[in-house]
């Protein structure tokens, strides 16, 4: 399962900060994020609630990234 | 500019003028201690106040060592070494290049996005006699939608009514119009220019070629390039080495002083170092303008009708060095025509005698062999039938007997007529006389007496020549065509067009063994690019190195499978894409080079005391300027077309 989501950040090493933070969220099997489309692109792993997934990742990436969004 | 950025500009322009008025008020009335303190402090929290908050937070996180980390230790501690003016200036002129930077960005996603302005907003279709607009999403297959004059039109479909110009180049970066009308199959993206058209749909719009092409282009950063991964490795890393540099530069020559030398400390003077080597260290002019640069490359291919997949594949181009191209309807049409007619001179006058009276022998022995072949769907029949000018009228044919693999016999006007291949010549015992020109031969014979033969050919592609000639110019090692065709039209293709190496007669299988083979070959720096029409190259598509698929408009295999796509047939495309490409990864290189080059000197300068925070702030705000401003040239295609 694949998904794009917009993304909202400043910098690119901010992005490639999310991104790292992205792949290490449970129930991503893999993510890459465009700071130049402003897109954040997650493959899933098998059978999880994306959602649920989704939220995580945005949570680590506030964390790693205060000032950044996902547009969920 | 965006709301933040316009926020941020007030907050700069805020902190300056007070600065400024800072500095007359100090002139008049110097003043010392607590209250100048606090008087820097308002424009350094007006200027500041986001990044130390993110650096706390940051801290919190456990992500100490980012830029508003090394911005915040550098602010601070300036300001607590006395030193409130470089303080506060530190801290103005980053958030200038931040400004700046997300400015650039911006304008170059725009322009990129603006280069791809393809995506039609609406469709019109009719309803109870009036035209109405919909989101394209909602059109379905079947339905039929209105394109009036100067409108893009909206899903792929098929013209039912109405005839028009249709201009392609944003799609094929072609600036000549193509006609269109009625029956002739239309793609997404296209702009309807002279006539109102009826196109029924034949694709969803997500399935459309518009929608396929914008997925294709947003989603060819997400493949990065081995530059891209290098800068974020190497940030990675770089950050916390910096940091710690500078902790080791203000702790350790002040002991050293201490303890070895029996001199003063210094810790100010040596705190001061650090602070500034940590304003130098900024990764921000990397990290930012190599993916600019990549982005603006695949952007500026995608408007000359060059679809690049990846950076990845863009950095890729910039390494070719053997190129293999599959034959038919690359380096050719992959039409087949009718090249020459050629009348066994004894016979023709009974050629005239046995048909049609007072006609050139040649438009005669078409004639026949179109009749003869005039109920086959074979490629060869249908050239033929289309080559002959006269209407056929079916009803002088009877008798027809089609052998597979030699050709077919029939009567026409009562006359025994065979048009076939030499082995059907050699079945009927016919005495013909062979001929040796490249291509596929049709022999003719009526009541069994040979007449004459017609050539059928494919036709080379009016630029393929120059194609390949600007692919050596640009540094290609070998050029190699691959095909299923026989030897003698492989060789004359190859000839005309100076290939380097050619292999012919080849099943799709050897096709891919053939790229294997070369691949072995070559030296591993080298790339090797395989161009194909896309239609039954998947296999080899994939192995190659690079993939490039040409005439893509309407073939979504190509799309899949290629890892670059030509928009529209041109073989010339390719040597502009390998420019472009190196071009790209020159500026990448430009500005990796220049960067770490100017830090590098004011970290050294910066440790031993020479380059002072002015100089610092150059190392971080200037460089990154210019290598944002250097890779926006990437988007620039005028001087390569």
Same mark, same amino acid.
């Given at each position: 399962?694949?998904?794009?989501?917009?993304?909202e950040?400043?910098c690119a090493?901010?992005?490639?900060?999310?991104?790292?933070?992205?792949?290490?969220?449970? @129930? *991503?099997?893999?993510a890459? +994020?465009?700071?130049?489309? /402003? &897109?954040?692109?997650?493959t899933?792993?098998? @059978? *999880?609630?994306?959602?649920? +997934?989704?939220?995580?990742? /945005? &949570?680590?990436?506030?964390k790693v990234?205060?000032?950044?969004?996902i547009d969920? | 500019?965006?709301?933040?950025?316009k926020k941020t500009?007030?907050?700069?322009l805020?902190a300056?003028v007070l600065?400024v008025?800072?500095q007359v008020?100090l002139?008049?009335?110097?003043?010392?201690?607590?209250?100048?303190?606090?008087?820097?402090m308002?424009?350094?929290?007006?200027?500041g106040?986001?990044?130390?908050?993110?650096?706390?937070?940051?801290?919190?996180h456990?992500?100490?060592?980012?830029?508003?980390?090394?911005?915040?230790?550098?602010?601070?501690?300036?300001?607590?070494?006395?030193?409130?003016?470089?303080g506060?200036?530190v801290m103005?002129?980053?958030?200038?290049?931040?400004?700046?930077?997300s400015y650039?960005?911006?304008?170059s996603?725009?322009n990129?996005?603006?280069?791809m302005d393809?995506?039609?907003?609406?469709a019109?279709?009719e309803?109870n006699?009036?035209i109405?607009?919909?989101?394209?999403?909602?059109?379905?297959?079947?339905?039929?939608?209105?394109?009036?004059p100067?409108e893009?039109?909206?899903?792929d479909?098929?013209?039912?009514?109405?005839?028009?110009?249709i201009?392609?180049s944003?799609l094929?970066?072609?600036s000549?119009?193509?006609?269109?009308?009625?029956?002739d199959?239309?793609?997404?993206?296209?702009?309807n220019?002279t006539g109102?058209?009826?196109?029924?749909?034949?694709?969803e719009?997500?399935e459309s070629t518009v929608?396929k092409?914008?997925?294709?282009v947003?989603?060819?950063s997400?493949k990065?390039?081995?530059?891209?991964?290098?800068?974020?490795?190497?940030?990675?890393v770089?950050?916390?080495?910096?940091?710690?540099?500078?902790?080791l530069?203000?702790?350790?020559?002040?002991?050293?002083?201490m303890?070895?030398?029996?001199?003063?400390?210094?810790?100010?003077?040596?705190?001061?170092?650090?602070?500034?080597?940590?304003?130098i260290?900024c990764?921000?002019?990397?990290?930012?303008?190599?993916?600019l640069?990549f982005?603006?490359?695949?952007?500026?291919?995608?408007?000359?009708?060059?679809?690049?997949?990846?950076s990845?594949?863009?950095?890729?181009?910039?390494?070719a060095?053997?190129i293999v191209?599959?034959?038919t309807?690359?380096?050719?049409?992959?039409?087949?025509?009718?090249?020459?007619?050629?009348?066994?001179?004894?016979?023709a006058?009974?050629?005239d005698?046995?048909?049609?009276?007072?006609?050139?022998?040649e438009?005669s022995?078409?004639?026949?062999?179109?009749l003869?072949?005039s109920?086959?769907?074979h490629?060869?029949?249908?050239?033929?039938?289309?080559?002959?000018?006269e209407?056929?009228n079916?009803?002088r044919?009877?008798d027809i007997?089609?052998?597979?693999?030699?050709?077919?016999?029939?009567?026409?006007?009562?006359?025994?007529?065979?048009?076939?291949?030499?082995?059907?010549m050699?079945?009927?015992?016919i005495?013909?006389?062979?001929?040796t020109?490249?291509?596929?031969i049709?022999y003719?014979?009526?009541?069994?007496?040979?007449?004459?033969c017609i050539?059928?050919?494919?036709?080379?592609?009016?630029?393929?020549k120059?194609a390949?000639?600007?692919l050596?110019e640009?540094?290609?090692?070998k050029t190699?065509?691959?095909?299923?065709?026989?030897?003698?039209v492989?060789?004359?293709?190859?000839?005309?067009?100076?290939?380097?190496e050619?292999?012919?007669?080849?099943?799709p299988?050897?096709?891919?063994?053939?790229?294997?083979t070369?691949l072995s070959?070559?030296?591993a720096?080298?790339?090797?690019?395989?161009?194909?029409?896309?239609?039954?190259?998947?296999?080899?598509?994939?192995?190659?190195?690079?993939?490039?698929a040409m005439?893509a408009?309407?073939s979504d295999?190509?799309?899949?499978?290629?890892?670059?796509v030509?928009?529209?047939?041109?073989?010339?495309?390719?040597?502009?894409?390998?420019k472009?490409?190196r071009?790209c990864?020159?500026i990448?290189y430009?500005?990796i080079?220049?960067?770490?080059?100017?830090?590098?000197?004011?970290?050294?300068?910066?440790?031993?005391g020479?380059?002072?925070?002015?100089?610092?702030?150059f190392a971080?705000v200037g460089?990154?300027?210019?290598a944002?401003?250097?890779?926006?040239r990437?988007?620039?295609t005028?001087?390569?077309?």
């Amino acid at each position: 399962m694949e998904k794009t989501y917009k993304i909202e950040v400043d910098c690119a090493n901010c992005a490639a900060k999310m991104e790292e933070a992205a792949k290490n969220t449970e @129930g *991503v099997a893999d993510a890459t +994020v465009s700071f130049m489309t /402003l &897109k954040m692109k997650v493959t899933f792993d098998d @059978g *999880v609630d994306e959602k649920a +997934v989704m939220k995580k990742v /945005l &949570k680590a990436c506030r964390k790693v990234e205060p000032d950044c969004d996902i547009d969920i | 500019m965006t709301r933040k950025q316009k926020k941020t500009l007030i907050r700069i322009l805020t902190a300056a003028v007070l600065m400024v008025v800072l500095q007359v008020v100090l002139h008049f009335f110097p003043l010392t201690g607590l209250l100048l303190l606090l008087l820097y402090m308002v424009p350094y929290l007006i200027i500041g106040y986001d990044i130390l908050r993110k650096a706390f937070l940051g801290i919190i996180h456990g992500e100490i060592f980012d830029e508003n980390f090394l911005m915040a230790i550098a602010t601070v501690g300036a300001i607590a070494l006395g030193e409130y003016s470089e303080g506060v200036a530190v801290m103005l002129f980053y958030q200038i290049g931040e400004l700046f930077q997300s400015y650039a960005v911006g304008k170059s996603r725009s322009n990129i996005t603006a280069l791809m302005d393809i995506r039609p907003d609406y469709a019109n279709i009719e309803k109870n006699g009036d035209i109405e607009q919909i989101p394209p999403e909602d059109v379905k297959i079947g339905q039929t939608i209105i394109v009036r004059p100067g409108e893009k039109i909206p899903l792929d479909g098929v013209i039912i009514e109405g005839s028009s110009t249709i201009n392609t180049s944003a799609l094929t970066g072609e600036s000549v119009p193509r006609d269109a009308e009625t029956g002739d199959e239309v793609i997404s993206g296209c702009v309807n220019m002279t006539g109102l058209l009826k196109i029924q749909t034949s694709k969803e719009f997500g399935e459309s070629t518009v929608s396929k092409i914008l997925d294709l282009v947003e989603n060819s950063s997400m493949k990065k390039s081995k530059s891209e991964n290098f800068i974020s490795k190497f940030a990675r890393v770089y950050t916390p080495a910096v940091c710690i540099g500078a902790a080791l530069l203000a702790v350790l020559p002040p002991l050293a002083r201490m303890f070895f030398m029996q001199m003063e400390p210094a810790w100010g003077t040596w705190v001061f170092r650090a602070l500034t080597f940590l304003v130098i260290s900024c990764p921000c002019a990397l990290v930012i303008s190599i993916p600019l640069s990549f982005f603006g490359g695949i952007g500026a291919a995608s408007k000359c009708g060059i679809l690049v997949k990846g950076s990845n594949y863009l950095e890729a181009l910039s390494e070719a060095g053997y190129i293999v191209f599959d034959k038919t309807g690359t380096l050719t049409e992959g039409v087949f025509r009718v090249q020459k007619v050629y009348v066994k001179q004894e016979n023709a006058e009974k050629l005239d005698l046995f048909l049609v009276k007072g006609k050139p022998a040649e438009e005669s022995l078409l004639e026949i062999a179109a009749l003869a072949e005039s109920y086959s769907s074979h490629p060869i029949s249908i050239s033929l039938r289309e080559a002959c000018k006269e209407d056929l009228n079916k009803d002088r044919v009877a008798d027809i007997e089609e052998t597979g693999g030699h050709g077919v016999t029939a009567r026409i006007d009562g006359n025994e007529v065979a048009v076939g291949n030499a082995k059907l010549m050699n079945k009927l015992n016919i005495a013909y006389e062979e001929c040796t020109v490249p291509g596929t031969i049709v022999y003719v014979a009526v009541n069994h007496m040979y007449m004459g033969c017609i050539l059928i050919s494919d036709v080379i592609k009016e630029n393929s020549k120059e194609a390949i000639s600007a692919l050596k110019e640009s540094g290609i090692r070998k050029t190699v065509m691959l095909t299923g065709d026989n030897k003698a039209v492989a060789e004359s293709v190859g000839r005309e067009i100076n290939i380097d190496e050619i292999h012919s007669e080849l099943l799709p299988a050897d096709k891919v063994a053939q790229v294997e083979t070369l691949l072995s070959e070559k030296n591993a720096k080298e790339k090797l690019i395989f161009v194909g029409d896309g239609i039954n190259d998947a296999p080899v598509l994939t192995r190659a190195d690079i993939g490039i698929a040409m005439g893509a408009l309407g073939s979504d295999a190509a799309i899949e499978a290629a890892d670059v796509v030509l928009m529209d047939d041109d073989p010339k495309k390719i040597a502009l894409a390998i420019k472009l490409s190196r071009r790209c990864l020159g500026i990448v290189y430009q500005n990796i080079v220049f960067a770490l080059l100017v830090k590098a000197l004011c970290l050294i300068l910066g440790a031993v005391g020479i380059a002072n925070m002015w100089i610092a702030i150059f190392a971080d705000v200037g460089v990154m300027v210019i290598a944002v401003l250097n890779a926006t040239r990437t988007l620039n295609t005028k001087k390569l077309m």
